[in-house]
């Protein structure tokens, strides 16, 4: 059975930290890449971060960039979201995909409407950042 699980979110204060993971199971994630993408209440989806399947192709959302990293373990089978310096503004649910890099990473992680052309989901994880 395929599964993507996200775990790791929940409510921080302001200016804390995270670590949201992305399990796989029943499917390697090996020739993946991984992205995660966070919807806000009353919002649209976008894009916060992407890899390539072996870790040597990264991008970020303006928005993130600097206090976000993405790394990823594929002996695990796990991708990860490090969220640090939180703020107010980054509380949404969090959802990780698996997809191929094709065209390139880049282009994926930048399709419009965001998030299309994933081929594996996660159903979300909260993270709501309030004092």
């Known amino acids: 059975q395929l599964q993507f699980v996200e775990s790791g979110g929940g409510l921080v204060q302001p200016g804390g930290s995270l670590r949201l993971s992305c399990a796989a199971s029943?499917?390697?994630?090996?020739?993946?890449?991984i992205g995660w993408f966070r919807q806000a209440p009353g919002k649209e989806r976008e894009g916060v971060s992407c890899?390539?399947?072996?870790?040597?192709?990264?991008t970020y959302a303006d928005s993130v960039k600097g206090r976000f990293t993405i790394p990823r373990d594929n002996a695990k089978n796990t991708a990860y979201l490090k969220m640090n310096s939180l703020k107010p503004e980054n509380t949404a649910v969090y959802f990780c995909?698996?997809?191929?890099?094709?065209?390139?990473?880049?282009?994926?992680?930048?399709?419009?409407?965001?998030?299309?052309?994933?081929?594996?989901w996660g159903k979300g994880t909260l993270v709501t950042v309030s004092a």
């Open positions: 995909a698996a997809f191929y890099p094709l065209p390139t990473v880049q282009a994926m992680c930048h399709m419009r409407p965001p998030g299309y052309g994933m081929d594996y």
């Open positions: 029943g499917f390697s994630l090996d020739n993946y890449a």
């Open positions: 890899i390539g399947s072996s870790g040597e192709i990264t």
